[in-house]
């Protein structure tokens, strides 16, 4: 297939993997940041895939504080992408600190799936695929050749 085929048969452009800050360490940018770049290079729609891990959530303080904190990125985004005319959706870079340093990216997730995931990030990802069933949503390594 060559290019123009390609963009008749796939016409939008997503970004699956995108972080900001601060609830991302590795965010360079805010969140209205992330997302006027991306549309300045004709992206459509971005996953906004935060660090979900327990040890940089537990800087914002409890369970509740760090869900707010790592929502208020998502929402800023979100609400960036309805002035930019980029649809912004809510993910997550999950990882299991007990186990090893793997990341997994979380897709089709809302607030209280990722108060559910909370609970389970000290942890293995055994216990978690185990104990709470995501039959909505999609689990895959998101560094597989790390």
Known sequence: MNKAEILNNYPYII??????????PCG?????????TYKDQGVDAIVITNHFVSSFLAKNGGKQDALDAYFKDYLD????????????????EVRFEKQSCNDFL?????????????????????DFRKGLS????????????R
């Open 28 to 36: 360079d940018l805010l969140p209205k940041d992330v997302v006027k």
């Open 77 to 92: 985004a979100f609400n960036a992408g309805k002035e930019q005319n980029v649809k912004v959706f809510l993910g997550a």
């Open 106 to 126: 979380l897709f089709g997730v809302n607030k209280q799936i990722l108060a559910d995931v909370y609970d389970f990030l000290d942890l293995t990802i055994e």
């Open 15 to 24: 970004e699956l993997h995108a972080h900001t800050k601060p609830a991302s």
């Open 134 to 145: 995501l039959n909505e949503s999609i689990f895959i390594q998101a560094h597989p050749f």
